[in-house]
């Protein structure tokens, strides 16, 4: 197979209350769109109204039997029990997915706090997805404020202290031209000293997965970035 795409290590199947996706169509998908590793990575949601847990064993066991890493997004507010045993995934992809409306500046604030809190609180992950992801509803989708990147380079300092993986998520591409987080994000993220990146394309569809993921590739090499990591039963360096 030719690799066109290094990896999407964001997509969703029918695990998700959100994608109708068989496992078999996204390995196909993927392959014939030359994309060289994936990670399905399934709502485990703690935090609210779409609270949804996976089936750890049944899970566990569909991915195996393709020969998949078992990934999971699992979605915490800080505040709900965790009734989930992390240990059990490959790649735990941590989400926070709640934000005050009307969204406002305000709204990324307290989003942002929570996000410190969650992270000061839980170690069993390894990516943090879609950093500056309430600008996806923000109605102008205007980017968080630089008063708001003491706090950001807060969390991303313990992401780098504690060797976490930053998520480039690019579904907010289409709506805005940039990944989740911004171009000024990862640029922060860089001058702290981090490195760790991993890329997804957060396909709820077949269609959508590896979508733009070239793009934000090429965005990265722009600001500075060689590398993105890519998970062989051990995480590894792959030059972009
Ligand atoms: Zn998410
Ligand atoms: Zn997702």
Do not use: C
């Not at 994936?38 to 109204?49: G, M, R, S, Y």
């Not at 750890?56 to 699992?74: A, D």
């Not at 205007?142 to 480039?168: N, W, Y």
């Amino acid at each position: 197979m030719k690799v066109n795409i290094i990896e999407d290590y964001h997509i969703h199947s029918n695990f998700s209350p959100d994608s109708n996706s068989l496992v078999e169509e996204i390995i196909q998908v993927a392959r014939e769109k030359g994309i060289g590793h994936i990670i399905i990575t399934d709502h485990f949601e703690l935090a609210d109204q779409h609270a949804n847990e996976i089936d750890v064993e049944t899970y566990r066991k569909q991915m195996e039997r393709y020969s998949l890493p078992v990934g999971v997004e699992l979605g915490w507010d800080g505040t709900k029990e965790l009734n989930i045993d992390t240990s059990k995934f490959d790649y735990v992809l941590l989400s926070h997915h709640y934000v005050e409306e009307p969204i406002t500046q305000e709204s990324y604030k307290n989003y942002l706090l929570r996000l410190l809190s969650i992270i000061e609180q839980f170690d069993g992950y390894h990516a943090l997805a879609h950093l500056d992801f309430p600008r996806r509803y923000h109605p102008n989708k205007e980017p968080f404020s630089l008063e708001l990147f003491d706090t950001i380079a807060e969390i991303l300092s313990k992401v780098i202290k504690r060797g976490k993986i930053l998520e480039v998520n690019m579904s907010s591409f289409k709506l805005y031209g940039e990944p989740n987080p911004s171009l000024e994000i990862l640029k922060l993220y860089r001058s702290l000293g981090g490195r760790n990146l991993v890329i997804g394309s957060d396909a709820h569809d077949v269609q959508h997965i590896g979508r733009y993921i070239l793009e934000g590739i090429e965005m990265l090499k722009s600001i500075g970035y060689n590398y993105i990591l890519v998970f062989d039963m051990e995480w590894r360096e792959v030059r972009i």
